[in-house]
């Protein structure tokens, strides 16, 4: 049950201690600079830029690998982050990235869709997901990214993911 | 240009990219609207730490590389391409330590448009690790 006198120094804590053991799990996530900003549960994806992220060094565009490594990563920790929701609210788990066996067992990708909608620029990009629909099994997941302007889409992507099960 | 030579080129303009070089991609045969890349496995491109599998990104990464290559290769000389859509799909886990190999091949193009297909392999070259479909801009 929530705890509406619960001080809101403690469930921010536990809120962000889980999301970063879930992001800093994941080693590849470290290496891209891949980062989360969290608004109550809304989570935005931020991948800052970086000379090692260009695909194209004569515009200079971002890496087609580069995005559609961004918004799969999205959709993975939304989808786990949803997942983990509950279980984190009511206490039964408490992830620490130190504790590998503490960490919810990611989703894993059965196909990822990316349609390329402008160049990615030499900047951040943000990226946001969306369950579209979460079964026991599977899951359907719609992201978009984007750079300076929210509505002036860089790539949007959508992916079908295996839950862990167990 | 014998094939070598071709391949070496393709090499130089490979290392020219910052992010297939972060990636250590290595171009291994070149043919007319083919291409196979490689890469090693890197603790740091983990993306499960209970099983030490690369992240999917990685693989997205390789794919459309060796995608882009294989239609810059094309025998009717494209100036430049972008992707314009990709489709990945993940049939089983690369294994920890292995090295990846894509092999796209670029089976359509038009005076704007190229259609690329591509596999992703590890060392158990029978059983792909993911499979690509992309379509790709020309720049004539």
């Known amino acids: ?166 | 240009m014998s094939q070598t030579d071709q391949t070496r080129i393709a090499q130089q303009f490979i290392e020219a990219i910052p992010h297939a070089r972060a990636l250590g991609m290595r171009v291994d045969d070149l043919g007319e609207g083919a291409a196979t890349i490689s890469m090693p496995w890197a603790e740091h491109l983990v993306g499960d730490p209970r099983s030490g599998v690369v992240h999917g990104g990685v693989v997205s990464a390789l794919m459309d590389t060796c995608c882009g290559a294989a239609v810059m290769a094309h025998p009717s000389g494209p100036g430049s391409t972008a992707t314009i859509d990709l489709r990945i799909d993940y049939m089983r886990s690369a294994n920890k330590g292995q090295r990846i190999t894509a092999k796209a091949h670029c089976y359509h193009i038009t005076r704007t448009v190229a259609f690329v297909r591509a596999v992703a392999l590890d060392e158990d070259e029978e059983n792909p690790v993911a499979a690509a479909t992309g379509a790709f801009t020309v720049e004539r």
Request: no cysteine; proline share 6%; glycine share 6%.
């Open chain 1, 1 to 166: 049950m929530m705890d509406r006198r619960e001080p809101l120094d403690q469930i921010k804590s536990r809120r962000d201690s889980a999301l970063s053991a879930l992001v800093s799990g994941v080693p590849y996530l470290t290496w891209m600079g891949i980062r989360f900003d969290r608004r109550g549960d809304e989570l935005t994806a931020i991948l800052p830029y970086d000379e090692k992220l260009i695909g194209n060094p004569l515009l200079p565009a971002i890496h087609g690998g580069v995005t559609a490594a961004f918004l799969e990563t999205a959709a993975i920790i939304e989808l786990a982050w949803t997942a983990m929701w509950e279980d984190l609210e009511s206490g039964r788990i408490v992830p620490d990235a130190a504790v590998t066996d503490s960490l919810p067992r990611l989703p894993k990708t059965i196909d990822f869709t990316v349609d390329y909608l402008r160049s990615g620029l030499p900047r951040d990009a943000y990226a946001r997901a969306r369950v579209v629909r979460s079964g026991r099994r599977y899951a359907s997941v719609q992201v978009e990214a984007w750079q300076d302007n929210r509505a002036r889409l860089l790539a949007q992507a959508t992916g079908h993911f295996l839950m862990p099960q167990g």
